[in-house]
């Protein structure tokens, strides 16, 4: 949407005159296409995340040729299936109400291939993934609304994780999380590090290796898979190594971690953000001249790795 576009209110009435068009995208498997928009100050939702679209122009002979419009400007795009999905209602900073029509599409291309001439990137998120991203509410109502009628869609935001307890022939047990960290070293013996998203609810603005948390998987099913999705590299098992292990708690009270680093002996293709809500950019860093603000735990085990250790706890006494 253009720096005009206003923020949805659907309970005020429309005013008749002026309306904008904004599109839907999603890919049919579940997720959508949302745009990064500048960091300018002064425009509606500077640096959040929205829908592509904007206001409809004389030239216009109708609202879907406004949103055909307006995609082949901002991203040349041509997504001949958009069909009307709904109209929201607006309000402008000058008061006025203005409606907008809704139109949904699929497209299943590269979004990084796309040229695009607003806002900072567009990329695909899961429903699920918005909670954590800088968006208005009203768009994040209206992702699941849509996703609502596509049950591919439609994924229910998992609470935030607490230590869970087993049952033991003492009392009860707190079961331990397992995390996943890549270590990599180029042939400067630099290390791959990457740049946390502001808005991460761990660590935000910071930096901290590539990492993740084991669902059903084992943990270098999970390590290969973390790399495809945050980086784009591509990591067979048989070259991986375990280098170094953290025994963490972070606070009082919070799930104890076992944190797994695992050194990739070779690997194909170059770091790049894939989930840009989760990291905004890779870097490569000399253990001696390591960034700042930096995971604490992170740091512990790059130097635990260089002194040749294998073990490490932090946040136990």
Known sequence: MNEQTPQLEPTLPPQPGRANASALIHDGAGAYLLHLRDEIPGIWEPGSWSLLGGGREPGDPSLEETVRRELREEAGLDIPGLVPFTVEEARTSDGTVVPIQ????????????????????????????????????????????????????????????????????GGSAVLNGVGVHLYLENADGKVLLGLRHPDSAYAGSTWHFLAGRCEQESALACLVREAWEEAGLMIEPGDVELNHVIHLL??????????????????????????????????????????????AYTRAAIHGIRAGRLYTERGWS
């Open 102 to 169: 809704i139109f949904a599409g699929q497209w299943t291309g590269d979004p990084a291939s796309l040229p695009l001439t607003e806002g900072v990137m567009l990329h695909w998120f899961r429903p699920d993934v918005m909670p954590r991203l800088r968006m208005a509410p009203s768009t994040l109502d209206l992702v699941r609304r849509h996703a609502a009628t596509n049950p591919t869609a439609h994924r229910t935001p998992r609470p935030c994780p607490r230590p869970a307890r087993v049952a033991t022939a």
């Open 250 to 295: 972070d606070a009082p009270g919070g799930q104890p971690m076992m944190q797994m680093i695992f050194r990739a002996r070779q690997w194909s293709g170059t770091p790049e953000v894939r989930e840009p809500d989760k990291c905004t950019g890779w870097g490569w860093w000399h253990p001696d001249e390591l960034p700042a603000p930096m995971v």
